[in-house]
């Protein structure tokens, strides 16, 4: 059945308050075929999301609470979306777990609702074993702390996994004579350089070489904004996929 | 069974005096798990792949050769990867019809076999459906007679494809005031911008918007070695394959 | 003498509680050097600024009251900064004129105050002579109705002109077959090529070409905190300038 | 007297056999109003460019043997423009000597003829003072020894001169956390990254940003035609430029 305006999904958001659950609440909103049915932040009750008959939950709480609330609306037989971090292994087993008495319920743990990103870092790991050598350029404002970003580390770590897949070795290299980091951090052999500069928000460019052509991937982000149709995308989705999903691209059916 | 040095593919070049033929044999030549048998140009009898015990041939010849070719190296049971371009329907349908006769001989024949044109072109199909607008940039030196670039229109026709799949209406465009050309060519609903520069040699760029967030895709191309290994993968590909397959991105298994 | 902290510029903004002015507020407030005395808006008095002793205004107002704001200021020999469009010839003129009894008055309008649009557009017309072909591509959200932007028409206008003055030709050009408008705007036979994307902000990029290389200038513009440079720079050079100067590029020193 | 086709200027080249010398043979046959008058290479003797009647020489040899061509020629009153290499700061004082006894001679000697890298160099220059950070990004093949390209490092120079000059201190950097080398190599502060990968050429890319807004320079670099508009350029302006200039910046009147 297509979900349209005259039976919409049913959507409660956790965290309503926050940054991104703000984000959230109006992007649903704004969404055809979808409504806000319940918005519950520290304080509230979470039972208004049941009482209010929401079909999935849009989760952008904190990592002390969100097992608590995913526990919850697994029992009410509700869908998940979430962007809270701080999932590790062990964690994931406690929802996968849960899951398994509730076959009709899907969860969705999502690092990255960046469309673009997810997008950018499942082409660099279609494209990698083509090419003989893969570099990341990635560029950020300049209060930023760590470097390389998350995201382009995480990059380089799945080109360098299908480059193995493939049986490559790394990429060929006649520096001699270097300047101290001219040539970047190297993840897993993979080549990682990291600009900083103010006027710059979050982008990143995925480069890959081969004698007489290169294919490179970009991607800009310009504000939270940009997550909002990935986490749209996933409130569709997650209706129609039992057990427990982790990273958007495993939605995006490339 | 892996094809190694000890049983290297045995490979024929048709046109191996041509430019893109000459290309060929140097490429086969310095393949690991490749050798060349013979090499076959105007005046030369086809006979020799034969006798040469070749299991695939490259064929950069001409239309008017190139369907006799193919009928005699089906009979022969080799296998052929093909850059000569002027494959209509009909002629396609013909060799369709050759290879129903001999179950395990395949043939591959490819407009394009620039890996990353290939790529670009296959990955703004998978992102076309998830962003409300696309255009294209091709940029050329300034020699080219066709505008925009045969290339770029087919993947403007494929953007338009999938976004019509998903049901996509065109993206939104504000634009009252408008210079003469300013906004492009519209090749089904999408824009395509060409630009014309000595210095500049063969790039595509392909843009994908949404609020908040842009994802590019860019192909350059410096020269025809560049084609190189998407002929070799085409060669190692084409033995599994019975049967005709059109287009490189068939044997990418993307 | 160096203007430091302890004897600021002192700044009046009048339109200062506008958008562009309360930026400018802001930005003079947190300017090393500098410090606003003075905040005037609609309904306010102008005397307001001579009373506090303002030496520059920053005028972000109205092209209905700036000429009035002028004559104010300039009467009482302070200097001004002005953004607010609508300056003709004949205005300009008539601000000269008034400037003519105030030797020491000095006065800069500048249509843009965005210093890397101001830079690039100056290269641009550096570099013009030294390159056979030149074309510009300018990226923008697709909300703006007009194409090209009006800083890239302008951009194409001073290229056409450097290249004019160094008896370059039009750039060869071999198309024989173009899809409508896939070369872009022609002004004064600069091509310009207008991409309309959600995701995008302003975004301007000048190429160069010639045999074998290509030089590109490329200005991305985020926010209108992008402009408050620029302003900052004209409160500080406009001191030292008596007379009308016209556009921010004059006062670079370049 | 404008040089037209009725009396070309009477170049001679030295070293014409070589690779560069070759090219520089070639150019000026083909520039309008130019004429080669004498070829030299190892072997023959320099007397022929003044038996020719050369008024320019481009010398294209060898550390080893430039400066007994230089003393050479200019004792014969003619220009020379110079891409041979190893001038230290000594060599170029004997040179300076030789013309002060030649008050019509001039001489030329550039270490960089491509115009696009001399005129990325001169706005990088020029845009520095303007931002509070600037980054550089480098991309050649993988052949390439030194890293960061000596290009990159001496455009840093140049960038950390000016903004030293204009009293800005080291753009702000919030990196707390980095993997070695991911913040590139540090040339007087100045961040150079070096992206090296087949199918790259040589690339410049010189970043620039502040609040809201960046500007970007950049140079991309095909093959070694791309010198012979800045040979061409040096023989022109070498006549009417006694004594001797170093850097083909220098000859661009910006």
Same mark, same amino acid.
């Given at each position: 059945m297509t979900r %349209?305006?005259?039976n919409p999904i049913r959507v409660g958001v956790l965290g309503a308050r926050g940054r @991104?659950? /703000?984000q959230a609440v109006q992007a649903v909103e704004a969404a055809p075929g979808m409504a806000v049915v319940a918005m519950v932040d520290a304080g509230d009750s979470l039972?208004?999301?049941a009482d209010a008959g929401a079909e999935v939950v849009v989760d952008f709480t904190h990592p002390d609470v969100v097992l608590d609330n995913l526990r919850f609306v697994v029992d009410q037989n509700i869908c998940a979306v979430v962007g809270t971090t701080g999932f590790t292994e062990e964690r994931l087993a406690t929802v996968r777990e849960w899951l398994r008495a509730k076959p009709e319920v899907?969860?969705?743990? /999502?690092p990255n609702f960046a469309l673009g990103a997810v997008l /950018? @870092?499942?082409f /660099?790991?279609? $494209? $990698?074993r083509f090419y003989s050598s893969a570099e990341i350029i990635e560029l950020h404002h300049n209060r930023k702390a760590d470097a390389?970003? %998350?995201? $382009?580390a995480h990059t380089a770590r799945l080109i360098a996994q299908a480059r193995g897949e493939a049986g490559l070795k790394p990429g060929a290299d006649a520096t001699t004579s270097e300047v101290d980091g001219a040539r970047g951090a190297s993840i897993e052999d993979v080549r990682v350089h990291s600009v900083r500069l103010p006027g710059l928000v979050a982008h990143e460019e995925i480069l890959f070489g081969q004698d007489g052509e290169t294919l490179t991937i970009r991607h800009d982000s310009m504000d939270r904004t940009s997550f909002m149709p990935g986490v749209l995308l996933g409130v569709r989705e997650v209706l129609g996929r039992p057990g427990l999903t982790v990273g958007l691209e495993n939605v995006l059916d490339l």
């Open positions: %349209g305006e005259d @991104m659950g /703000a039972a208004e999301v899907g969860v969705l743990i /999502a /950018a @870092m499942r /660099a790991q279609q $494209a $990698a390389p970003s %998350g995201t $382009a």
